[in-house]
């Protein structure tokens, strides 16, 4: 006989076996009651519990820290090196000012709940971005953190794990880079949570006149029938392989192979990706940037049903250029934040955020749809010798919009410098439990690492004080 997770397991206590005794009736595995299984039960079960609050959640993730003072926790009564050169301007939101040079952005604020007391001290890029993307600490700041199976998996794969589709759209996409600083920075995949959790994930540009993405289109004369015939043949060969080979990097290949032989035969996820389908004036009212489109490609993606999109503003930390790179401003080579800033990255966010929140509200998507806008950690308050700003993980802001979130809402506070949390701290780990709760995923989830040590998802406390 043999039992499946849904057969095994009516429920939570159904399913509540301890490893001790689970060894001991190991060889209940040839009647297949299989321990992982069971296992798998169990964590799903508890992450069940929790009714959801949202179904989708786009994450627009700044990449190389964002300046929280010259954005959208402004202090203009603090000194001149405080303060900076920006001048805050109202929103339609009372009480919330964002920079001058937002205007457009200033009129969305009273769909936005911002958290203006996030606080980590993770002060190199490759060890906050990790921290940022799974909400779990390093165990060391160090700019040389390597990518590792035996640390966390990011957010995205977490939710594809206790919260999949069902159908062929992928639960969870990532584009469009990989995020970088000398190394490849931790956080961007599933790790030890196995190889079938990863994003789809895709470096073509969306602004392209040609995008498309080549492994969505069979060959000229395979069909999918044919595939799916090698497919068979193929299983055959891997269920061999298996007694072999049991590493981490090998686990989950099956699933991750069934996943693509599923999207090989969407239409609903090519429909998905064809910004052909879009009207000229709404990808320029996006911006005609890399940016703007993945955004445009974020909401046809979660319109068509994908659960958790990723958006990277770019690959490299950046710094010294008003073309390409991310937030890291902080004036070397002659160079000053302030003229990078206004050419690049306010304008495109300008274009891109309010954009994305307009258009998703008119279609009624904010109903059940999170956006995040964050970076890894914020700026100094204290404007440095180059006329600019370092890094600041101590206080900084995120913004969230949409389902189950506050609307023109301030969550926590800096102090009068923008230095520390004056009130409400938050903590990655706390804005972690937060989102997988709001997908009904309960944060004390236990995971099993590739060593079978079981892990929190989170260790963090949901932050129910932003919801509605």
Known sequence: MNISPSSACSSYHACSVSRRHALKVGGLGLLGLNFPWLLKAEQIAKAAKIKPRIKSLILLFQWGGPSHIDMFDMKPDAPEEIRGPHKPISSSADGIQVSEHLPKTAK?????TLIRSM??????????????????????DDQRLRDSPDLYPTWGSVVDKFAPNDGAMPTFVSYPYVIRDGSITPG????????????????????????????????????????????????????????????????????????????LGSERLRQAFDLSKEPDVMRDAYGRTTYGQSCLLARRLVEHGAKFVTVYFDDSIGGQSTTDGGWDTHGFNNTKMYPIIEKRHLPITEQTLPTLLNDMDSRGMLQDTLVVWMGEFGRTPKINGNASRDHWPQCYTTLLAGAGVKKGFVYGASDREGRYPAENMVRPDDLAATLYHMFGIDPETEVMDRNDRPLPIAKGKPVTGIYA
């Open 188 to 263: 961007q995949h599933a790790s030890f949570l196995g190889k079938q959790h990863d994003p789809l994930f895709f470096t073509q540009d969306p602004n392209s006149p040609n995008f498309a993405l080549p492994e969505l289109t069979l060959p000229a004369g395979l069909t999918y029938e044919r595939l799916q015939a090698r497919r068979e043949l193929q299983k055959i060969v891997d269920a061999q392989t298996r007694l072999m080979e049991t590493s981490a990097e090998t686990r989950g290949f099956d699933t991750y192979y069934e996943k693509a032989m599923a999207m």
């Open 108 to 112: 969305i604020m009273d769909k936005v």
């Open 119 to 140: 606080h980590h001290t993770m002060n190199n890029h490759n060890s906050a971005g990790y921290y940022a993307l799974t909400g779990s600490s390093p165990a060391t």
